[in-house]
């Protein structure tokens, strides 16, 4: 009997929610199509309602009755950490490992070593940096994500966030929840968005989506990504190109960062290249935190050379409660939870689904899900982390 180990978020600290819940939305929009015309997930089935939360352990995803009622064995836990968790435990005779990149079950060469059955890691979202992806090449795993199911949530939440730096969101709010009417306060660090030089780094699915929404905020926008867009599209958003990231940053006020953790991009937001940008820049990075020097970052905003930071996500996850980014000056992190709304849950799961179908019934996992498989990088894997350049599916 195969056996799938999920791997979920804790449920709320309150208990799991009645769906629908009263103190909030009971639908979400039913959309047509990802952008460009990129299809939907299309299990054959699914076991809940969207809008339902599916990402913590009571969720399991919606895929319980679905792998039971097909004779698969499936355990949930949210215990991941060391050696005595339930995930190490368990992963010892797992076929196939699931989890999301907010609470990712790092899958280190140590633990696809002991993992002696697994065949297939299914990252339910986007990002599959928490598997080695050398081992599972050498060890001929699967590796595959739900693309595109989250790329607009994050492009929403990186805007959100350039917003709220360069307003200074955080302290006007402070101000107004702790009964105060200090105006110079509230302003003293307040610019707007408008007139400045924004640079995306990776123009991905998520950096495209970035550009679409803030081109009409009246910004000269730039970019960099090792591979270059059509000159249409440059035009139709006014998109400047830099050959390397060096080159960005010196021709921008904010930063927002979208291409995925690799051994290129690793550590890259340093302090040598922080001391290059304009004084007083924005950084926001919800790709991964592991592309910034977690320590250069602090430094940066202490001095003064960069005037504010966020994102949400951190090196490792979950943060540590003494993480220095937690208390760092002009902050406005947030937990993994950019690409983890409620209707990009809905659409995770049924790729998550979908790509399980596929898997027990011997077909072709779609080409866009795939990271790794046959001991390559495949699909969107190649396109994305493989060192060398293919283009995209
Ligand atoms: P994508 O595959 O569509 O785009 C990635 C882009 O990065 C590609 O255009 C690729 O050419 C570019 N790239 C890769 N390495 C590069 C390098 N060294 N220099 C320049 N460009 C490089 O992926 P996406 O859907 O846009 O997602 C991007 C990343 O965002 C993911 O890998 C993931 O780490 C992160 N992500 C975060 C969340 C979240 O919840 N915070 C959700 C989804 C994705």
Redesign the pocket.
Same mark, same amino acid.
């Given at each position: 009997m195969a056996k799938v180990l999920l791997v979920l978020f804790p449920d709320p600290v309150d208990g799991y929610p009645q769906f629908p819940r009263d103190d909030a939305r009971d639908t979400i929009p039913a959309l047509p199509d990802y952008p460009n015309g990129h299809t939907l997930p299309s299990p054959e089935g699914t076991d809940f309602v969207p809008g339902q939360l599916l990402g913590s352990v009571s969720g399991e995803l919606g895929l319980r009755a679905y792998l039971e009622g097909a004779g698969r064995e499936l355990v949930v836990t949210s215990d991941k950490e060391g050696e005595g968790s339930v995930f190490d435990r368990e992963l010892v005779d797992a076929d196939v490992i699931i989890s999301q990149?907010?609470w990712p079950a790092y899958l280190t060469p140590e633990r696809l070593a002991k993992a002696k059955n697994l065949k297939l890691a299914v990252t339910a979202?986007?990002?599959?940096?928490h598997v080695d992806l050398d081992t599972a090449n050498a060890l001929g795993i699967t590796v595959a994500e739900v %693309?595109?199911?989250?790329?607009i949530?994050?492009a929403e939440?990186a805007v959100m966030q350039i917003l709220v730096l360069v307003r200074d969101f955080v302290r006007q709010h402070e101000i107004s929840v702790d009964g105060g009417w200090n105006i110079a306060d509230a302003v003293e660090r307040s610019y707007d968005v408008e007139g400045l030089d924004v640079g995306i780094?990776?123009?991905? +699915?998520?950096? +495209?989506?970035v550009a679409e929404r803030l081109a009409p905020f009246g910004v000269r926008l730039h970019y960099?990504? +090792?591979?270059r867009l059509p000159a249409e599209y440059e035009e139709q958003y006014g998109l400047t190109f830099h050959e390397s990231?060096e080159d960005l940053v010196r021709h921008i006020d904010v930063l927002t960062?979208?291409?995925?953790?690799?051994e290129? %991009?690793r550590g890259?937001l340093n302090d040598e290249l922080l001391a290059t940008m304009r004084r007083g820049s924005y950084i926001v990075n919800?790709? +991964?935190g592991a592309i910034a020097d977690q320590d250069a970052v602090v430094r940066a905003l202490d001095s003064g050379q960069l005037a504010g930071y966020a994102?949400?996500?951190w090196d490792p996850q979950p943060a540590p409660a003494d993480h220095p980014w937690r208390s760092m000056a002009h902050n406005a992190m947030t937990t993994?939870?950019?690409?983890?709304s409620l209707p990009?849950q809905a659409k995770y799961a049924a790729g998550t689904r979908e790509i399980l179908e596929d898997w027990f019934a011997d077909r072709p996992i779609r080409p866009e899900y795939l990271i790794v498989e046959g001991g390559h990088y495949a699909g969107?894997g190649a396109?994305?982390?493989a060192q060398q350049?293919v283009a995209?599916v």
């Open positions: 990149p907010f979202g986007i990002g599959s940096d %693309t595109y199911s989250n790329s949530a994050v939440h780094f990776a123009a991905g +699915r998520i950096g +495209r989506a960099t990504d +090792r591979h990231i960062v979208h291409a995925p953790l690799t290129q %991009t890259l919800p790709a +991964r994102g949400d996500v993994h939870t950019s690409g983890a990009s969107t396109h994305s982390y350049e995209a």
